[in-house]
């Protein structure tokens, strides 16, 4: 994973904020290495992260993939059709209701929504703004989406060990960061 | 993106920022 961002996207009121959203949707939006993760693969990570076949009961919160070209178009509607055709699958036969659109223009969220556990882990996220000028840039930063990653829960501790030196944290920000991530033992 | 020749940063950038690849492809979701 390159990047991370959370926005809005999918309507057409323009430059929409938390409060005032208009049509769009909140979204994730990521960039990636694809040859280091495919779409699929994020496909099937996005298909286990939701409950498909719950009803879209609100523009803000309705599930989506917005495809950015027509083979992310055909990827994301082939894996579509899988999970309800798996017969050995949570999802056989039932409706899924997360729909494919489409991507539009993606607005960015306010600066609070970023990395949101990261910003709420005070020692290390001291040391990000310390290291980053702007926030376009701790928002645009490969360490802090990783960081954000590790501190709730994901990564594993080899992966940890592997890359902790590249994240530009001092010794007692690393010293912390293993505290932190030992704590859900992976 | 990062700008690295703009920066003002007081400590170093992350070396992994610096490896970021710069052909990436774009993947957007929403979870409800």
């Given at each position: 994973m390159v990047r991370t961002r959370v926005g809005y996207t999918g309507g057409k009121k323009l430059n929409p904020t938390y409060y005032s959203l208009g049509d769009h949707t909140e979204t994730l939006q990521i960039d990636y290495d694809p040859t280091v993760i495919t779409y699929d693969e994020l496909l099937a990570i996005f298909w286990s992260s939701h409950n498909p076949t719950r009803r879209t009961w609100s523009q803000q919160y309705k599930a989506a993939i917005f495809v950015h070209n027509e083979r992310q178009q055909r990827?994301?509607?082939?894996?579509?059709?899988?999970?309800?055709?798996?017969?050995?699958?949570?999802?056989?036969?039932?409706?899924?209701?997360?729909?494919?659109?489409?991507?539009?223009?993606?607005?960015?969220?306010?600066?609070?929504?970023?990395?949101?556990?990261?910003?709420?882990?005070?020692?290390?996220?001291?040391?990000?703004?310390?290291?980053?000028?702007?926030?376009?840039?701790?928002?645009?930063?490969?360490?802090?989406?990783?960081?954000?990653?590790?501190?709730?829960?994901?990564?594993?501790?080899?992966?940890?060990?592997?890359?902790?030196?590249?994240?530009?944290?001092?010794?007692?920000?690393?010293?912390?960061?293993?505290?932190?991530?030992?704590?859900?033992?992976? | 993106m990062l700008n690295t020749d703009q920066h003002t940063y007081t400590a170093a950038i992350p070396t992994i920022d610096l490896a970021a690849p710069t052909k990436v492809e774009t993947a957007t979701f929403a979870l409800g």
């Open positions: 990827q994301a509607e082939r894996s579509k059709s899988a999970i309800s055709e798996e017969k050995t699958g949570r999802f056989f036969n039932r409706k899924i209701h997360t729909e494919i659109i489409p991507a539009s223009t993606f607005y960015l969220a306010e600066n609070y929504h970023h990395k949101y556990l990261l910003q709420h882990s005070p020692q290390i996220w001291a040391e990000i703004r310390e290291i980053y000028g702007k926030p376009s840039d701790w928002i645009n930063s490969t360490a802090a989406a990783r960081l954000n990653g590790y501190v709730g829960g994901y990564g594993t501790l080899s992966q940890l060990e592997e890359e902790i030196k590249a994240l530009g944290l001092s010794a007692a920000g690393q010293k912390q960061l293993w505290k932190l991530v030992r704590r859900f033992g992976k | -």
